[in-house]
């Protein structure tokens, strides 16, 4: 949140998907094809969610 609190700054948004890519990253194993395919499914659902939540933020 930006500081007078009613939306994300660039730089929040930006590291929050930040934090989204690294979590799914952590989690995959180059091993485990099944475990690298979910990390890409929880990031992705993840990031959908914080872009629906900056969008009903920004509204």
Known sequence: MTRDG???GSEELHAG???VIAR???R???ADRRG???AVREAR???D???ADTRRGVE
């Open 17 to 19: 998907f930040y934090c």
């Open 45 to 47: 659902l993840i990031a």
């Open 36 to 38: 690298a395919a979910a």
């Open 28 to 30: 995959v194993r180059a």
């Open 49 to 51: 969610r914080v872009a």
């Open 24 to 26: 799914a990253l952590t």
């Open 6 to 8: 009613l939306r994300c």
